[in-house]
């Protein structure tokens, strides 16, 4: 068969009611593509011109391959900048990895390594930011004063994202989910594993048909890994290889808010399946587009 035209290739438009952020592929795990063959046809000894649906290319781990499949366009955040309380710098962890992914959706970083500033000092800078992360180490750092300031934070509509990983390595990641949602995680297991999409009886995988799971069919799960608790107001957004739930998503009353048990991604095995399209499709959607719009938009002027 010889292919003579692709067509319908979703990521490349803009249609229907998705929004101009977003590449066309949002929520699809499972990305295809029209394409025109042509097919010859030995009863006639004629050739004719045959569509089929294909998925698209994937890299070495199942997941389309090319930014185009990410949740968000190249640069769309321009000017947008994620503050850090990275509290854990051990082992190496400088997050320059998840930087240079973040810097393709225009997303600029701005951390505190180590200790966190004052409130006053959180509070002036995350007023120039458009989400929050914070990496938890095995001693609470964050008071009271540093949580009320993050929860004013939270309530305005900012996104949150919460990390944590194997016990003892999330103490302020529970102080703030605690204050926050009423939510914590504890635990250590043993992962290590890339997993699937969930599937009907499967009790691992990633949630299909998700802003944030755009593009992915296959994710490193992280090494040690705590498990989040149950919470009746969460999205499951990855179970581990043991059934664990790792990463679960807030959605309420126009906050958005992640909890994740697993921060060892962001250093270790980056190159593995999923972690960096999840880096930036979770980023993407933090910023909250569906209720601030535009404002968090480069300008494209």
Same mark, same amino acid.
């Given at each position: 068969m010889k292919e003579l035209l692709l067509s319908g290739l979703l990521a490349t438009l803009f249609i229907g009611n998705i929004n101009a952020q977003y590449n066309a592929v949002a929520k699809q795990n499972?990305?295809?593509?029209?394409?025109?063959?042509?097919? =010859?046809?030995?009863?006639? +000894? +004629?050739?004719r011109i045959v569509k089929q649906e294909r998925e698209v290319a994937a890299d070495n781990f199942g997941n389309a391959e090319g930014n185009q499949y990410d949740l968000a366009?190249?640069? *769309?955040f321009e000017g947008q900048t994620?503050?850090?309380? %990275?509290?854990? /710098?051990?082992?190496g962890f400088d997050f320059s990895l998840p930087n240079m992914a973040l810097k393709e959706k225009g997303f600029s970083v701005y951390r505190w390594l180590n200790n966190p500033p004052s409130p006053e000092a959180l509070d002036s800078a995350l007023a120039k930011?458009? +989400?929050?992360?914070?990496?938890?180490?095995?001693?609470?750092?964050?008071?009271?004063? %540093? *949580?009320?300031?993050?929860k004013k934070y939270f309530d305005s509509g900012k996104g949150v994202y919460i990390w944590g990983d194997n016990l003892p390595y999330y103490a302020d990641a529970n102080y703030i989910a605690e204050y926050l949602i009423g939510n914590k995680m504890e635990g250590n297991i043993m992962g290590d594993q890339t997993v699937g999409l969930l599937r009907d009886g499967s009790?691992?995988?990633?949630? !299909?048909? %998700?802003?944030? /799971?755009?593009?992915? +069919?296959?994710? =490193?799960e992280g090494?040690?890994? *705590?498990?989040?608790?149950? %919470?009746?107001?969460? /999205? !499951?957004i990855i179970y581990g290889s043991q059934g664990n739930l790792v990463t679960a998503a807030y959605e309420k009353e126009g906050k958005r808010l992640l909890i994740d048990g697993g921060f060892t991604r962001l250093f270790i095995k980056w190159?593995?399946?999923? /972690?960096?399209? =999840?880096?930036?499709? *979770?980023?993407?959607?933090?910023?909250? =587009?569906?209720r601030f719009g535009d404002a968090v938009l480069a300008d494209e002027n």
């Open positions: 499972v990305i295809t593509e029209d394409v025109n063959v042509e097919v =010859y046809d030995e009863s006639t +000894q +004629q050739t366009v190249d640069g *769309a994620i503050a850090v309380l %990275h509290l854990y /710098t051990g082992e930011s458009c +989400q929050l992360w914070i990496i938890s180490s095995s001693v609470r750092k964050l008071n009271e004063e %540093h *949580a009320k300031v993050i009790k691992s995988g990633i949630m !299909p048909n %998700h802003l944030i /799971t755009t593009g992915l +069919q296959n994710i =490193y090494i040690t890994i *705590a498990t989040i608790a149950t %919470h009746s107001e969460l /999205t !499951p190159d593995t399946a999923g /972690t960096v399209r =999840y880096v930036k499709n *979770a980023a993407a959607w933090l910023v909250n =587009y569906e």
